[in-house]
């Protein structure tokens, strides 16, 4: 059974910076995709970013230059560096991990005032 963790949410200002993390439980971190999605009041369910095992990386056009996926397969972690926040980056960011199926986090929620 996988499990992950999210944490690093918060308030922020806009145009500051807040890292969040995602850790995982269980052997298939290092050979799954992992990705954070977001989802902004009354809105879907979106894709942020996504890094498979070999370290390729993913980012929804909204967030190219400022956001950065990375992982550590050492400590089962994948971050994400969000810089230049703006107050439409708002919302609960989940992580997601997948091999042969989708494990979701509880989500870790972003305020950005402006």
């Known amino acids: 059974q996988v499990q992950l963790v999210e944490s690093g949410g918060g308030l922020v200002q806009a145009g500051g910076s807040l890292r969040l993390s995602c850790a995982a439980s269980g052997s298939i971190f290092r050979v799954s995709v992992m990705g954070w999605y977001r989802q902004a009041p009354g809105k879907q369910r979106e894709l942020v970013a996504s890094i498979t095992s070999g370290g390729s990386t993913n980012y929804a056009d909204f967030v190219k230059g400022r956001f950065t996926i990375s992982r550590d397969n050492a400590k089962n972690t994948v971050y994400l560096q969000m810089n230049s926040l703006k107050s439409e980056d708002t919302g609960v960011y989940y992580c997601?991990?997948?091999?042969?199926?989708?494990?979701w986090g509880q989500g870790t929620r972003v305020t950005v005032s402006s």
């Open positions: 997601n991990l997948f091999y042969r199926g989708g494990y």
